[in-house]
């Protein structure tokens, strides 16, 4: 095909538009005559409809794609659901876990009995809430994480319970107060020590003895 004729459906329709328009104004000047355009008109009326056609139909798929990968993102959220608590069960074995095709957690390096988690620090954000970011430290998938916290050197108490590494403590902070955080990891009945303290933001690097 001559270089001429441009390789996008779009630029062809305008490009012929303009062809039409341009030969059948100077048809005695090309040397031609009204005949000799007249099957190009034809077929560029069912063109712009075969094109309008397949655009309606490219609109289609995206959405019914959009739809269908609306439903596997739901599906996919509701099975986590489903994994994070079967993970967390340590009865359940890895060829159970194989047979419905969820990771074992074998070969992966995943401690058979969970660890302190590490790295715990705390941020004082600008509306006063506190967040706690933590490492999983090589604690498998499903893990849950116990949260405790200590105002002003008080008693310590169970704040929550996740399986994420995160955590937003809204606690109407006030500045002359002092909280402290750390963090087990929990799998079933079978509970960690202990993170480091984490001190408004200030991680300190000693386990305490609870």
């Known amino acids: ?3 001429y004729f441009p390789s996008k459906d779009n630029d062809f329709a ?3 538009a303009t062809f039409l328009t341009n030969a059948t104004a100077n048809t005695t000047a090309l040397g031609l005559v009204s005949g000799d355009l007249t099957p190009i008109s034809t077929l560029q009326t069912t063109y712009n409809t075969d094109l309008l056609d397949v655009d309606a139909k490219k609109a289609a798929l995206a959405s019914s ?5 609306a439903t596997k993102d739901s599906i996919i ?3 986590r659901v489903v994994v994070n608590k079967i993970q967390a069960t340590p009865t359940v074995t890895p060829a159970l876990k194989a047979l419905i095709g969820i990771t074992t957690g074998q070969g992966g390096g995943y401690p058979v009995h969970p660890v302190p988690p ?4 705390a941020d004082i954000l600008p509306d006063g809430t506190i967040e706690l970011d933590w490492s ?3 604690n498998a998938p499903g893990t849950q994480f116990v949260i405790e916290y200590s105002v002003s050197g008080g008693a310590w108490t169970l704040l929550d319970i996740v399986t994420k590494t995160s955590y937003i ?11 402290q955080y750390l963090v087990k990891a929990r799998r079933g009945s079978d509970t960690s020590g202990p993170s480091n ?13 609870v």
Request: a positive charge; proline letters at 7%; charged letters at 10%.
């Open 65 to 69: 794609v959009q739809v269908k990968d």
């Open 118 to 121: 590490s790295e715990l620090v």
């Open 14 to 16: 305008n490009w012929l």
């Open 77 to 79: 959220q509701k099975v």
């Open 136 to 138: 999983r430290n090589g």
């Open 1 to 3: 095909m001559s270089n």
């Open 169 to 179: 403590h809204n606690t109407g902070h006030i500045l002359a107060q002092v909280y």
């Open 197 to 209: 303290i984490a001190v408004a933001g200030v991680p300190i690097p000693v386990n305490p003895a």
